[in-house]
């Protein structure tokens, strides 16, 4: 089970292949709206940058709210995404959009503000991604941002649940159960954080020659 159900129990959730790069502040060159201090920001603050953040909101509360694999939803990889090509705000405020409006058909539960601060706090590895966004710093923010989610929903569950006896070895127990529900988010999380920027990068690499052929 996972939090997208209204219940959490070992494992919270959210969300393998080659993750592409986008563009770096070491090239010497920013997408518009970026900055060397603060990343690549391609969509600016623009109309277009308005679609993509609805756009992302509509597919993660889709993928929480239909039928899926427990610990698999895009939510992760919405965070990172957001933060690495859109104003760095919404590195934060796109996960809990999306979890603040399912979680009132879903359910509240004792884990919220566990699970809220958990995708607050990995969507901040997005400000990091984004001042070099290489496929290695973007495969590494997934994996830590699964394993941060992994500990401290499970902490949640320890601490505010009655699963489990208040002590070292029950919250042992916490997270070895969860182990099972901990591959499922690291598989989600790589599967949806490859579609995203590796749709983002084939969409772009493909700009230069679309203008090349327009320009003849």
């Keep these: 089970m996972s939090h997208k159900s209204g219940t959490v129990p070992s494992g919270g959730s959210h969300k393998s292949g080659t993750v592409p790069s986008g563009g770096s502040h070491k090239s010497g060159t920013v997408p518009s709206g970026g900055s060397r201090e603060s990343g690549t920001v391609p969509f600016g603050d623009s109309p277009l940058q308005r679609k993509v953040v609805i756009g992302l909101i509509l597919m993660g509360l889709v993928a929480r709210l239909v039928p899926h694999p427990p610990n698999a939803t895009p939510l992760m990889a919405i965070a990172l995404f957001g933060g690495t090509y859109l104003s760095k705000r919404w590195a934060i405020l796109l996960p809990l959009i999306i979890v ?30 984004r001042l070099r966004p290489r496929p290695s710093r973007i495969l590494g923010g997934a994996v830590a941002g699964s394993l941060l989610f992994f500990l401290i929903t499970n902490f949640g569950v320890w601490v505010a649940g009655t699963l489990y006896p208040q002590t070292l070895d029950g919250l042992r127990q916490c997270y070895v159960a969860a182990i099972p529900f901990f591959r499922n988010t690291v598989l989600g999380d790589l599967v949806y954080v490859t579609a995203l920027f590796g749709g983002y990068a084939l969409a772009t690499s493909r700009q230069p020659a679309r203008q090349a052929v327009g320009s003849r």
């Design 100 to 129: 603040a409006i399912s979680d009132l058909f879903i359910g509240w539960h004792r884990t919220v503000p566990f699970t809220w601060g958990a995708f607050a706090l990995t969507g901040m590895l997005a400000w990091w991604i």
